[in-house]
């Protein structure tokens, strides 16, 4: 297996290193064709890997590929740790990454036109494209396939620069590099936790290895160590919250969250792949991984669900005021990544990586639909300028339909098994914080429906709002788009159902999560359940599927019925609709304070530091020193070629004596 | 081992062949100096490849040793050895020396042959330095290194190159001075000029405390560390591209080297006593100095600043190991070896990565005639490999995992959280400073629209530059991907140098 293993990251790397260098010379045929083969292989055998654990129940693999270096007894490695978690991860990220391999030929066509006329950049920027997404399938899987800290670091930081390259791709763009280098740096904010979370472990353990280290956690839980003086922490809560800093910025929660709704500027392409489906689950998936230390830190367990709820419930109100297509999706995704959070401080771990599993196949296909309509709009994505696209775009419009049901949490649906059992879960969790969390992400589930059929409504119904020229052009995208918008359809529809029953209830994530007792919610869940149709039938019961049709039908009252009422309601509550539209003004006071801040900050260290202080009083102050000893000491030097001849024999004089003696 | 005294060779080797180049002169075309330039460079290199390959890594004794009596009436010894310190400082020292000759290839118009023969002695010196166990004997290439430097600053400097001369001069002068007396004194209560020997002298508290602050003035200043470190953006400003590549990469290493072979060994009391010092130095120029290069127009300053902060993490590396071991929280004792080594590697990739961010600014000054920042955006639509080469090297700097420049921080970081949790947490935000003030300076050059016709007017790289970058990209790549055979040959040296300095000398 240990050839099959490391083939799996290596093909997606190869397909990258050849259409990334050779690029001019392959052509744009030449470089998807590779890249595609390069995915297309590593999908293949993830899902032979998915066979061999899930199905044959091969046992969990966990070994080194090499030593990267051993330090005072630390060994820094690289290796493979595959089990029933590891797996599912795999075969999403792959999947979805080789549907958006094949959706990219559709997308970027016509890409030339994104690029000034002279640019050389421009001219090999398709084969490019494909270069960076196949290097984030490779950097993505090292991420998730990894069984050390070390190596899950690596990847973390890779597919952050991938994101940063593929943000800013079309570099010719103000706000694309604006918005990369703030994801960048944002995520390096929460990469600053990540890191001392590290050393931290390092420190109590000695070990950079999972296995290692999850069995030491338990011997951690009873230390404590001092942070600031005289306070003593318990070292498993430092090193879980500095851990959890990091998937704040990676996952984008409150108030790391700024970077997400930016990085919209990238092409669609990767806001489905990268800033959706996969790359931003990372920190739920290493919460996941970490299980055997949080479970042993309540605290721990506290700020994420306190913060999981908060992102869920304030970043789905902002979802409702937005009129830029994949910005509306980009909120909801960040909602959503609430609800993961959420179901991790709940310690149902397997319900967030359920909702995650669930949410990559139905958030990619709403992001690949959306940049369907772009294309079809000529790029114009206010939503404002669309409308009764319906009749132009069947196989669009029945695909987003379908994402937008398991988006808001339909019975029956994909979303619906995985975030209703989130919300039961927390329901049952007895933690300081999940009381509120169960109310916020309760209300969220109105939230979420009002805002997805606002944008579905407001796309596909109604008048048709665009210019004529538009209106001309309109119709369905070619095969290469609509293939992988059916092929997501399909698991977005069916997978939650079916997955259900060995995910959350049964043993299929076995030894991969470990849960203490006292928290085990989905056990308690687990009693009540008797099957997928039980569990449609039982949420009739419930209040979140009437809070989701409330919000389906008021968005369809507000915006299709009587389109004045949204007019009024904003002009009502302006306040709100400020709040909302500023983003509760988290942009402008990071500009203001860590921007503007830290380069006036930079200036006066500079100024008055190294210009007026070191140089001006102790470097000039010597230097005139010297030249006051200079003036004495210049005595000596007379021009006269004698004198130094003189001095020179005296000189060598002394130093024959010296010799003698 | 062979009996070939081979530090001899790559010690004389370059300087033979820049006396060489200097009497070929510049009559006629250059290209004749050029190639025998590269011939020596490439010829000392893979010579002191040699080094590696017969390095026995198992023990910390010096290897390839050579003794001769040099100055027998003061006990001055013509002395040279390795161990797994010095031996992949002098094989940085000889690879970038042949990345710098190239790099001067068509560019240096004004006596070619002047500025060449300058590199060649340059790199003979500094492999002295690095190679010379005879105080009086290091002291003498520690010197003699700073001529050649001057005259390149001097002759094929930029506009204000008098001041900056003149500024490096008096900075390295008065820490070279305190430097030569302490060993001057060492020599008369000791009888003996070899290094090794003053590692076993015993000292006084008091006479520790005031070598170690000689030695610190020396070998700060060479750093540079914060508040010492005012002369290095001029120096670089006005040095031409290979001065800059040179003092970056290599010369700064000097003052880190000086540590580890000086300052630990001789005066561990001293060094224990006054650790907090220099923590306290070394994490302000991490954060101080992250500020600053933050708001630098000129890009040579800015990765100037950049240099000094990354060589923070050099001495913080060295320095914190006291206190790792003192920490009760720290049960196993772990972390020290951890520091040191980081240290190291920090070195070894700070050369790379600068060497390479210098030659990127190189390459754009020789197209533009200008270092401003604001002179330029939009690079890469008319200089997309170059653009490319450019963004990795930022992402280098920026310490992201993959390059050598998180290898050696990463380290660093662990280990100073083994002392103290401010430590490690001061340090971690170079993560943030790094990248902000490399990547937004990427952002301004390279990003948004052509920003005029000069601009749009740039050629790519040609083949020169591009077998340059390439070289440079692999070293910091493969550095970055398996640190472990370069990690390897120091630990026997760093195990001996802790034990040493872990025994009180009162």
């Known amino acids: 297996m240990d050839t099959l293993y490391l083939a799996i990251p290596l093909a997606s790397l190869i397909g990258a290193i050849i259409a990334g260098i050779f690029g001019a010379q392959i052509g744009r045929k030449g470089a998807h064709s590779v890249t595609i083969l390069g995915v297309g292989i590593s999908f293949m055998l993830s899902l032979i890997a998915l066979k061999h654990h899930v199905f044959d129940g091969a046992p969990v693999y966990n070994e080194s590929v090499y030593t990267w270096l051993v330090s005072d007894g630390i060994r820094f490695e690289v290796g493979f740790l595959i089990d029933n978690l590891t797996v599912m991860m795999m075969a999403v990220v792959t999947g979805v990454s080789l549907m958006v391999h094949i959706y990219t030929i559709g997308y970027m066509a016509d890409d030339l036109h994104n690029w000034p006329r002279t640019s050389l950049a421009g001219t090999n920027a398709y084969q490019r494209f494909f270069s960076y997404i196949s290097l984030f399938t490779f950097s993505m899987l090292m991420l998730v396939m990894s069984n050390n800290f070390m190596q899950l670091f690596f990847g973390w930081e890779a597919v952050g620069l991938v994101s940063y390259l593929l943000i800013g791709f079309w570099t010719v763009r103000p706000t694309a590099v604006y918005a990369n280098l703030k994801a960048f740096l944002v995520n390096r904010v929460g990469d600053f936790g990540f890191i001392l979370g590290i050393a931290a472990v390092v420190m109590y353990t000695g070990s950079l290895d999972y296995a290692d280290v999850f069995g030491k956690a338990e011997g951690l839980a009873g230390q404590s160590m001092s942070i600031f003086n005289g306070s003593e922490w318990s070292v498993i809560s430092v090193i879980c919250i500095l851990l959890f800093v990091g998937a704040m910025g990676k996952s984008a929660q409150i108030p790391l969250h700024v970077w997400l709704p930016d990085s919209m500027e990238g092409p669609t392409p990767i806001s489905a792949l990268i800033h959706a489906a996969t790359m931003v689950t990372a920190g739920i998936f290493m919460v996941a991984r970490m299980s055997p230390l949080y479970e042993y830190s309540e605290a721990a367990l506290s700020f994420i669900i306190v913060i999981g709820a908060l992102t869920a419930f304030l970043m789905g109100l902002i979802g409702i005021v937005q009129n830029d297509i994949k910005r509306v999706i980009a909120y909801s995704t960040l909602s959503q990544l609430g609800y993961m959070t959420v179901a991790l401080g709940a310690s149902a771990y397997s319900a967030a990586v359920f909702h995650l599993m669930t949410h990559a196949f139905f958030k990619a296909l709403l992001f690949l639909a959306a940049g369907s309509v772009i294309i079809a709009m000529h790029h114009e994505q206010d939503m404002r300028k669309m409308g009764g696209l319906k009749k132009y775009m069947p196989i669009t419009y029945w695909t987003s339909l379908i994402g937008t049901l398991a988006l808001i949490g339909f019975p029956g649906f994909s979303g619906f098994f995985s975030k209703d059992s989130i919300i039961e879960a927390v329901h049952h969790s007895t933690l300081p914080g999940a009381h509120f969390a169960y109310y916020a992400i309760l209300l969220g589930v109105f939230v979420t429906a009002f805002y997805s059929f606002r944008l579905f409504f407001m796309v596909f119904h109604g008048e048709e709002r665009m210019d004529q020229h538009t209106r001309e052009h309109l119709r369905e995208s070619p095969w290469v788009v609509t293939l992988p918008l059916i092929l997501l359809a399909i698991p977005s529809m069916f997978i939650g159902g079916m997955t259900i029953g060995p995910m959350l209830f049964g043993d299929y994530f076995g030894s991969a999560i470990f849960i203490a007792e006292q928290h085990d919610v989905l056990a308690e869940l687990g009693k009540n359940f008797h099957g997928a149709f039980a569990f449609v039938e039982h949420s009739f019961g419930g209040p979140a599927f009437y809070l989701a049709m409330a919000g389906l039908i008021s968005a369809w009252f507000i915006y299709m019925k009587s389109p004045q009422t949204a007019e009024n309601m904003k002009n009502r509550f302006i306040w709100l609709y400020r709040l909302l539209d500023n983003k509760y003004y988290f942009d402008d006071f990071n500009a203001a304070f860590f921007g503007a801040g830290s380069r006036l900050l930079g200036r006066e260290l500079w100024q008055q530091g190294d210009v007026k202080f070191i140089d001006g009083v102790l470097v000039n102050g010597s230097a005139k020193l010297v030249g006051w000893f200079a003036g004495v000491t210049r005595h000596l030097q007379t021009g006269y070629l004698y004198h130094y001849a003189f001095a020179m024999i005296i000189g060598v004089i002394v130093l024959l004596a010296m010799g003698i003696f | 081992m062979s009996d070939l005294p081979l530090l001899s060779i790559l010690v004389w080797l370059p ?218 953006p001029d120096a670089h400003v006005e040095a031409p591209t290979g001065g800059s590549v040179i003092l970056a990469a290599i010369m700064l290493k000097i003052g880190g080297y000086g540590f580890i072979r000086f300052s630990l060994p001789i005066t561990p009391d001293a060094a224990h006593a006054l650790d907090w010092l220099i923590i306290l130095m070394s994490l302000v120029a991490v954060v101080y100095i992250g500020f600053v290069a933050l708001v630098q127009r000129d890009m040579k300053k800015l990765v100037a600043y950049s240099s000094i902060a990354h060589m923070g993490f050099v001495t913080l590396g060295l320095f914190v190991v006291f206190q790792i071991w003192e920490n009760p929280a720290n049960a196993t004792g772990n972390g020290a070896a951890l520091a040191v080594e980081g240290a190291m590697i920090q070195m070894i990739s700070h050369g790379f990565i600068s060497g390479a961010m210098f030659l990127m600014i190189g390459v754009l000054y020789d197209r533009m005639h200008t270092r401003e920042i604001s002179a330029y955006g939009g690079v890469v639509h008319s200089m997309p490999v170059f653009a490319a080469f450019s963004v990795f090297f930022a992402m280098a700097n920026a310490g992201l995992p993959g390059t050598s420049g998180f290898v050696g921080e990463f380290m660093v970081i662990i280990a100073s959280f083994h002392a103290n949790f401010w430590y490690a947490f001061l340090a971690a935000l170079t993560l943030i400073l790094g990248a902000a003030y490399t990547l937004w300076m990427v952002k301004r050059v390279f990003y948004g629209e052509v920003a005029n016709d000069n601009v749009a007017a740039l050629k790519d790289i040609n083949a020169r530059e591009l077998v340059i970058m390439t070289t440079l990209a692999v070293a910091v790549l493969a550095l970055g991907l398996w640190p472990a055979p370069v990690i390897d040959v120091m630990h026997a040296s760093v195990e001996n140098l802790l034990q040493h300095i872990q025994f009180s000398k009162l």
């Open chain 2, 15 to 232: 300087i033979l062949g820049g006396i060489a180049v200097l009497l070929a002169g510049d009559k006629g075309d250059a290209s004749g100096v050029r190639v025998m330039s590269l011939v020596f460079t490439i010829a000392t290199f893979l010579l002191s490849l040699g080094l590696y390959t017969g390095f026995d890594a198992s023990t910390a004794d010096m290897q390839f040793v050579e003794r001769h009596a040099w100055i027998p009436v003061f006990d001055i010894y013509y002395h040279f050895g390795v161990d797994g310190f010095s031996m992949p400082l002098i094989i940085l020292t000889t690879f970038t020396t042949i990345l710098v000759v190239i790099a001067g290839w068509e560019v240096i118009k004004k006596k070619p042959s002047q500025y060449l023969a300058a590199f060649l002695i340059m790199e003979g010196l500094m492999i002295g330095v690095f190679a010379a166990l005879d105080a009086i004997f290091f002291y003498v290439f520690w010197e003699a290194m700073l001529v050649p430097m001057f005259i390149l600053i001097g002759i094929w400097g930029g506009e204000r190159r008098v001041y900056a001369t003149i500024k490096f001069f008096i900075y390295t002068f008065i820490g070279s001075v305190f430097m030569l007396v302490a060993l001057i004194y060492m020599y008369f209560q000791g009888g003996s000029f070899a290094i090794l020997d003053m590692h076993e002298m015993s000292l006084s508290m008091n006479e520790q405390i005031l070598i170690f602050l000689a030695f610190l003035a020396a070998f700060a200043v060479k750093v540079p560390m914060w508040p010492v470190h005012t002369w290095l």
